[in-house]
T-cell receptor, first 120, second 115 residues
Framework: DTEVTQTPKHLVMGMTNKKSLKCEQH?????MYWYKQKAKKPPELMFV???????INESVPSRFSPECPNSSLLNLHLHALQPEDSALYLC???????????????????FGPGTRLTVL | AQSVTQLDSHVSVSEGTPVLLRCNYS??????LFWYVQHPNKGLQLLLK??????LVKGINGFEAEFKKSETSFHLTKPSAHMSDAAEYFC?????????????FGKGTTLSVSS
């Protein structure tokens, strides 16, 4: 089973709201990722967790706050977003490299279906 | 630096005709290469991957790709297009053995299939 699930599928929020995106996988992968994808563009990496520790933050604004409570779950907490943050948010997972190494070691990434976020 | 270039932003074919989506890569190391497909409002699905085993890689739904080191290419092909193949296709490179490198995406190729 190579399934990554994401909830919710769609989310509409105001600029003052606080919401969370959830991602789950049961493939035993120890690396998990958040990507942001705007229309007609490739995904852009936001965060990488390796062995439940944040290993890459691609200079993402602090209004996006990731959390990895265990090896199967990845959350993205949203607060005070801007309309330009509207996008498809994709979660992915992969086998991880050796503990202590930053980033991933080339494991195949499997993507979830995404959450379509609209910020009003 | 690693990079990937998809040579066509849009490819149009008729149902039943061959598909060719072109991708060139640049990598300082022996690369891992992938093709992902994305249908409208969906996530990315892995079509196939190359990781230095056989140079001709077979994927799902009848797609295959050939790794050509001399040409630094990894073109995606399918003998006969189906309407359901209409989607966005991404060629992706990941450097094996180098920590700190995530996936590098091409800009994507939109495949249109007409009846």
């Amino acid at each position: 089973d190579t399934e990554v699930t994401q909830t919710p599928k769609h989310l509409v929020m105001g600029m003052t709201n606080k919401k969370s995106l959830k991602c789950e996988q049961h493939m035993g992968h120890r690396a998990m990722y958040w990507y942001k994808q705007k229309a007609k563009k490739p995904p852009e990496l936001m965060f990488v967790y390796s062995y439940e520790k944040l290993s890459i933050n691609e200079s993402v604004p602090s209004r996006f706050s990731p959390e990895c409570p265990n090896s199967s779950l990845l959350n993205l907490h949203l607060h005070a977003l801007q309309p330009e943050d509207s996008a498809l948010y994709l979660c992915a997972s992969s086998p991880a490299g050796l503990p202590g190494l930053r980033g991933l070691a080339g494991g195949t990434q499997y993507f979830g279906p995404g959450t379509r976020l609209t910020v009003l | 630096a690693q990079s990937v270039t998809q040579l066509d932003s849009h490819v149009s074919v008729s149902e039943g005709t061959p598909v060719l989506l072109r991708c060139n890569y640049s990598s300082s190391y022996s690369p891992s290469l992938f093709w992902y497909v994305q249908h409208p409002n969906k996530g990315l699905q892995l079509l196939l991957k190359y990781t230095s085993a056989a140079t001709l890689v077979k994927g799902i739904n009848g797609f295959e790709a050939e790794f050509k080191k001399s040409e630094t290419s990894f073109h995606l092909t399918k003998p006969s297009a189906h309407m359901s193949d209409a989607a966005e296709y991404f060629c992706v490179v990941s450097d094996r053995g180098q920590a700190g490198t995530a996936l590098i995406f091409g800009k994507g190729t939109t495949l249109s299939v007409s009846s």
